[in-house]
Antibody, heavy 121, light 106 residues
Framework: QIQLVQSGTEVRESGASVKVSCKAS????????FNWVRQAPGQGLQWMGWISAYNGDTDYAQNIQGRVTMTTDTSTTTAYMELRSLRFDDTAVYYC??????????????WGQGTLVTVSS | VLTQSPGTLSLSPGERATLSCRAS???????LAWYQQTPGQAPTLLIY???IRAIGIPDRFSGSGSGTDFTLTISRLEPEDFAVYYC?????????FGQGTKLEIK
């Protein structure tokens, strides 16, 4: 069992950057990777990208590529998601999700509590 | 693209729910998952590999399908099952989610 604890609510102005953290704890087995998923108010889930906890390989959704960077700190089992040049439509709850590989694919068994990022003028 | 139907499903406790997820391109390896989300909460993994229940998920939840057509079935609805359900393909990038089906009490 893994618990994912995310950093708190953020408010940023348009054009600024935000960095959200996600710390994993509770299991001696390091999770295999982290995904980031966001949800705009009243909307569905949008996959943002993935980072390997082993080698730092990343894969970003095309619509945010160039503005997002995902990193991990293996010493603290913490994942980070930085989003730059924020726009109003980046206002959303940002979730980290993690787990282990099953049949070669990362299962998103564990989710953080979500971090609300509000972009204002 | 993953298209879920119906958008909203109105049923009563004890009834059977059938939710559909259709992919515009074949999902290889049946790498299709289902999640449940209640208001204000993070999603919960219900089903992976199209038909395998995640740990701790009651057996009234079942998944089926392959290729482009997948189904989540809840055999007898409990009050706590009224929520929004999402399918997700995780066979390749991007790991798209469907737009969701809201299961509401009739």
């Amino acid at each position: 069992q893994i618990q994912l604890v995310q950093s708190g609510t953020e408010v940023r102005e348009s054009g600024a950057s935000v960095k959200v953290s996600c710390k994993a704890s509770g299991n001696t087995l390091t999770p295999h990777g982290f995904n980031w998923v966001r949800q705009a108010p009243g909307q569905g889930l949008q996959w943002m990208g993935w980072i390997s906890a082993y080698n730092g390989d990343t894969d970003y959704a095309q619509n945010i590529q160039g503005r997002v960077t995902m990193t991990t700190d293996t010493s603290t089992t913490t994942a980070y998601m930085e989003l730059r040049s924020l726009r109003f439509d980046d206002t959303a709850v940002y979730y980290c999700a993690s787990g282990y590989y099953v049949s070669g694919k990362l299962l998103l068994e564990y989710w953080g509590q979500g971090t609300l990022v509000t972009v204002s003028s | 693209v993953l298209t879920q139907s119906p958008g909203t499903l109105s049923l009563s406790p004890g009834e059977r729910a059938t939710l559909s997820c259709r992919a515009s391109q074949r999902v290889s390896g049946n790498y299709l998952a289902w999640y449940q989300q209640t208001p204000g909460q993070a999603p919960t993994l219900l089903i992976y590999g199209a038909s395998i229940r995640a740990i701790g998920i009651p057996d009234r939840f079942s998944g089926s399908g392959s290729g482009t057509d997948f189904t989540l079935t809840i055999s007898r609805l409990e009050p706590e099952d009224f929520a929004v359900y999402y399918c997700q393909r995780y066979d390749s990038s991007p790991q798209t989610f469907g737009q969701g089906t809201k299961l509401e009490i009739k």
